[in-house]
């Protein structure tokens, strides 16, 4: 197996007295997608707002355990905004923010700091195409992000995710609310991507995962059930039962 | 040109961010300050009402007796029973008025209006609340008050009738934008399912809309009465200046609040009128803050959240 | 089911469902417009009564014979001094305040009694301002009855609406856009900066340019903290446009329109229609500037 990028030791997450996340252990490999499946309130979410801290946010939190990049801990990062600029997250619901499309992928090298126009102009066009979207809009560029279609926009919202080049992209369920020719135009460009940058894929489709991941974790019920590689996950024996009946359909 | 994809991960700020924190704590300090004045009004009009309220101050006197005198030197009284009735009747009148009206104009507003109508009708209203109230004294001291005279033969036309009318006027803005608020917030799935049943837009206000909006209209009546009871120079100019019990509409009386305009500028600070003066200051804003505070609860609940 | 002239025709009850909308619909009517045309009828009235007098030397004279006559200048200027202070105290701090409870606040019992204590104190009767005004600015601090006073009395009294019109306008921008950035590593406050405030500056705006007719017109925060009767102040010149120290008592429209109907005799009626005729136009015109902001800015939405 590839190095572990990201690692989960014994990871609790609780909201006041809801547990979330119940002492996860898992380890995620470098440059490979790493699929998460699992029924509704499994902690799948939580799982992701760890790796990046935006767990922060959340009210009355408590966080236990430790996850590491690279064997650093994220909860002791000097600085939690470079921290963020590493890690690429993609929501379910598309977001375009209320700029022009350029100023939508040129956001974060802004606000890291880079200015020079040149730069910023191959970054964008880059990103745009990394996402499959600059030859839909490199016209198009001053365009409102929000008067993409939805589509368009969740691939805006992967482009604006690669713009502070970061070593890990999330996705978060983000096939949802797009259509079935985009979330395959989507899936391409994952499958592109992964060569240079670790992937966590989140999704309640579990033919996605199948059809993605190289390796997948069964969560359900805040608790990790199994982890393996997807042919394992996906056979006819996997470790748990459970797994073997949601992926098959019979409960979730 | 591409830039290299395997530059080092992450691209980390390049200018110190000195300023932020700055700017962080800059924000900070308006938000705790504003906090502070907030507090610092209640705090304070019961601190210079408080040697009073705890000492020479006869509560029972206070709330049940008809004689406010003040400045008298050999016994001075601070009955302010007239005072509150003066306050309660015009408070009444208006109210009698204005509810049945604003509620009216809500729901035409609401329900039986083109969208054009409505927007010019919701400028007019508020433009109608943007008047101040020295100006509405005016008109029922200048233009009111003849009129009065003339149609009801009374020998003065500042009184409970002038003042009631006026805070009509004054409070309809308030009852008819939060009345229609109510009327909005009532979920579309009502109106469909009553259309759908074949109710004509009366029944369907009466029957359905005004049941479910039951709660924020009568906080929007409380907000109302909360408007009309705080009201100072309107009251001031158009209900006269008689200390009195009225036993009708065509009577003069004197409200809270037009006492403490009238009295504060002629009172020794620190004093004991001054200080009863406080009092009645202090009156005003439990008054107001029931008020405020019911029609809250009314709309949100004990927990917060909505009541429709 | 029969299919003849029945089935769609209005039967009786349908009739009287009918007739009883159409009679609800014409009292509905009527009732907005007893509310409506009298405001019509009364301003007009106003200005009607203080023809004689509006003219551009109304406002630029000061009053003479003891307010029996002259112009309104001195009033107007006051006015205006004191709006604009009371506004560049109240309006930073209100909005800022706005930004830290809205975006930076973290949700508890003391946020909460917060948010209580601002929404309960817009309500708090404008008498009562003027009794703190007096306690804690004239007294306590030592200003005595001046603009310096009245502005701070004013600001106390605009701050609540300030701050709670703030609110709204940052809670109107969707939470989605701040999630989206702190994710791609901008901090809170690069956040509010770029993305927040530039989109909830219309609403913040509307709500500040609102406070300023309220300021403008209010009487009793500044009857006893530095509005009064008289106060001497030169007829032309550049003095004209800076008569009133910080620490000088002055004449403002609103109180002035109170002494002349209730407190003076012999004064000309139109005098008196006049300052109200001028009192109103101003409140109306900012009103009708905040409106046509608003107007514009709902047109304009970015999403």
């Known amino acids: 197996m590839e190095a572990a990028h990201i690692v989960f030791h014994n990871v609790t997450v609780s909201y006041g007295s809801t547990i979330a996340l119940d002492a996860i252990s898992l380890e995620i490999p470098k440059h490979q997608i790493f699929g998460i499946i699992g029924p509704a309130s499994s902690g799948k979410t939580t799982l992701l707002k760890c790796i990046n801290r935006t767990i922060d946010f959340v009210p009355n939190v408590r966080v236990t355990g430790q996850v590491t990049i690279d064997g650093e801990d994220v909860f002791r990062v000097k600085n939690v905004c470079d921290l963020r600029r590493r890690i690429g997250m993609v929501f379910p619901l598309p977001v375009g923010l209320p700029l022009s499309v350029y100023d939508n992928v040129a956001y974060a090298p802004r606000m890291a700091g880079v200015h020079d126009r040149d730069e910023l102009d191959a970054l964008v066009e880059t990103c745009l195409r990394q996402a499959a979207l600059w030859d839909e809009v490199k016209d198009r560029l001053r365009l409102l992000g929000t008067r993409l279609s939805g589509g368009q926009q969740q691939r805006l919202t992967i482009a604006r995710a690669l713009s502070h080049r970061p070593e890990i992209l999330c996705l978060n369920r983000f096939s949802i609310a797009v259509d079935p020719v985009t979330t395959m135009k989507i899936e391409d460009v994952l499958v592109e991507l992964k060569r240079s940058i670790t992937i966590v894929v989140v999704t309640n489709l579990v033919q996605q995962a199948h059809r993605l991941a190289d390796r997948v974790a069964f969560l359900n019920r805040s608790r990790v059930i199994e982890v393996g590689p997807t042919e394992a996950i996906f056979s006819e024996h996997p470790a748990s039962q459970m797994t073997f009946d949601y992926v098959r359909g019979h409960f979730g | ?308 | 089911m029969s299919l003849e002239a029945g089935l769609f025709t209005a039967g009786p009850i349908e009739r009287r469902k009918r007739r009883v909308e159409r009679v609800a619909h014409v009292i509905l009517l009527l009732t907005t417009a007893a509310l409506i045309l009298p405001l019509f009828a009364i301003v007009i009235y106003l200005v009607v009564k203080a023809w004689p007098v509006l003219s551009w030397s109304f406002l630029v004279e000061n009053p003479q014979h003891y307010m029996t006559a002259g112009g309104i200048w001195a009033p107007l200027v006051g006015t205006f001094y004191v709006v604009v202070l009371s506004l560049a105290i109240a309006a930073p701090i209100g909005v800022l305040a706005g930004v830290y409870l809205n975006e930076y606040a973290r949700e508890n019992w003391l946020t909460r009694l917060v948010n209580l204590a601002v929404v309960n104190l817009a309500g708090v009767p404008s008498i009562v301002h003027a009794l703190f005004g007096v306690g804690v600015f004239v007294m306590m601090a030592g200003f005595g009855r001046s603009v310096a006073a009245a502005s701070c009395t004013l600001a106390i009294m605009t701050l609540p609406v300030i701050i709670t019109s703030t609110r709204e306008a940052l809670a109107a921008v969707p939470f989605a856009f701040r999630e989206a950035c702190w994710n791609m590593g901008a901090s809170r406050w690069q956040t509010i900066r770029t993305i927040v405030l530039p989109n909830a500056i219309g609403g913040i705006l509307t709500g500040v340019i609102l406070q300023v007719s309220r300021a403008a017109g209010e009487t009793a925060p500044i009857l006893f903290t530095g509005a009064v009767f008289y106060v001497a102040v030169p007829d032309s010149g550049l003095a004209s446009f800076f008569p009133y120290g910080l620490r000088d008592p002055f004449m403002a429209l609103s109180y002035h329109l109170f002494t002349i109907a209730t407190q003076v005799t012999g004064v000309s009626e139109a005098l008196a229609y006049g300052t109200a005729v001028v009192l109103i136009a101003l409140v109306v015109t900012v009103n009708l500037v905040s409106i046509v902001l608003r107007v514009r800015l709902r047109s304009r939405r970015k999403w």
Not at chain 2, 260 to 285: K, S
Request: one cysteine or more.
């Open chain 2, 1 to 308: 040109m591409t830039p290299s994809l395997d530059r080092r991960a992450g691209l980390s700020r390049r200018f110190s961010r000195l300023g932020e924190p700055a700017v962080e704590w800059a924000i900070r300090l308006c938000g705790w300050s504003a906090i502070f004045f907030v507090f610092a009004i209640f705090f304070f009009v019961f601190r210079e009402a408080a040697p009073v309220l705890f000492g020479e101050l006869d509560l029972e006197e206070f709330f049940t007796s008809v004689n406010w005198r003040p400045d008298s030197t050999i016994r001075p009284q601070f009955g302010i029973l007239a005072l509150l009735a003066g306050t309660a009747s015009v408070t009444a009148l208006a109210m009698a008025i204005s509810v049945p009206a604003g509620f009216g104009a809500a729901i035409f507003i609401s329900e039986f209006c083109g969208p054009k109508a409505r927007e010019a009708l919701k400028i007019v209203i508020e433009l109608l609340a943007a008047i101040p109230s020295v100006v509405w004294g005016f008109i029922g001291y200048m233009v009111l008050n003849p009129v009065i005279i003339w149609t009801t033969g009374a020998p003065i036309g500042i009184n409970i009738l002038n003042g009631g009318i006026i805070l009509a006027l004054m409070s309809v803005p308030v009852i008819m934008s939060v009345g229609e608020d109510a009327l909005k917030a009532v979920p579309d799935a009502y109106r469909e399912a009553a259309l759908a049943l074949g109710a004509s837009r009366w029944q369907l206000t009466t029957r359905v809309l005004l049941p479910a909006a039951k709660n924020g209209l009568l906080a929007a009546a409380l907000l109302g009465v909360g408007r009309a009871v705080g009201e100072t120079m309107a009251v001031l100019m158009a209900t006269g200046h008689s200390v009195q019990i009225p036993h009708g509409v065509l009577d003069p009386v004197r409200t809270l609040t037009a006492t403490i305009a009238a009295e504060l500028g002629e009172t020794v600070v620190g004093g004991t009128h001054y200080r009863v003066l406080f009092v009645i200051g202090g009156l005003l804003m439990v008054m107001s803050l029931l008020v405020n505070l019911t029609a809250d609860l009314i709309v949100n609940g004990v927990r917060g959240r909505p009541n429709t």
